[in-house]
């Protein structure tokens, strides 16, 4: 469960994503615990810590973008509930996260934890939205309604896409045969998929799938930063 930390010259330290939450074993139960069990698990993988390990503090953030609200990647808004700190997500998403809870159609996808109301929501709308310079969110629906990608253009070490979970691992980007039922909706899935590719070859953009461990640790991570 991958969140990225970007420090912008005029936004100030921008979040993407926020994973599970801290007491997640707890709050999910049982049987969502057998499919993300903790394996090797140490306390400053926590994000709190690993943003401590940046230097900076959770307090210190000013932005947070959701590529998409599900469990696994939403839960850690619990620590900007109450605060003005604004949320950023497509406003598909955001409905159909609501939705869901408020039916309980998908609840298992979604949890209601971190879906409140005292969190500063800030929906965006369309097939994008650049949130400032060098930051793009890119909507790309298919795993959920409104997934969105993250495009961050550094000065030096180029374009980086963070793909939440339209690709969960490199094989799901690298093969249409591997996505199984995580694609949701096929057909959106497949225009997504190929704007992706499209996009990963005009910007060589190195790119950070939603789960792959092997991808995240061929790169530094936290303490460690690009530019």
């Not at 936004?11 to 939450?21: C, H, N, P």
């Not at 298919?142 to 997934?147: A, D, F």
Request: negative net charge; charged residues 20%; hydrophobic residues 35%.
């Amino acid at each position: 469960m991958i969140s990225a930390l970007i420090s912008h010259p005029t936004e100030g330290l921008v979040l993407f994503e926020t994973g599970a939450g801290k007491d997640y074993p707890e709050v999910w139960g049982p049987q969502l615990n057998d499919i993300f069990a903790r394996e090797n698990y140490v306390e400053d993988q926590e994000l709190d810590a690993a943003i401590r390990k940046t230097g900076n503090d959770i307090k210190d953030v000013k932005a947070v973008i959701m590529g998409h609200l599900h469990l696994d990647h939403a839960g850690g808004l619990e620590y900007f509930r109450g605060t003005d700190i604004p949320i950023y997500t497509h406003e598909l998403e955001l409905k159909n996260a609501f939705y869901s809870i408020a039916t309980k159609i998908d609840i298992g996808s979604y949890m209601p934890t971190y879906l409140q109301f005292d969190l500063n929501w800030k929906p965006f709308h369309g097939d994008g939205f650049e949130l400032a310079k060098g930051l793009i969110i890119r909507h790309c629906p298919g795993h959920t309604p409104g997934l969105s990608i993250l495009q961050v253009n550094l000065k030096d070490s180029g374009t980086w896409i963070f793909t939440t979970d339209q690709y969960i691992v490199k094989e799901n980007y690298e093969s249409l045969a591997s996505q199984g039922w995580f694609t949701r909706d096929h057909a959106s899935w497949s225009r997504s998929n190929q704007m992706i590719h499209s996009l990963q070859k005009l910007t060589n953009a190195k790119l950070i799938f939603g789960h792959d461990r092997d991808v995240l640790f061929q790169y530094e991570t936290a303490p460690n930063s690009y530019t």
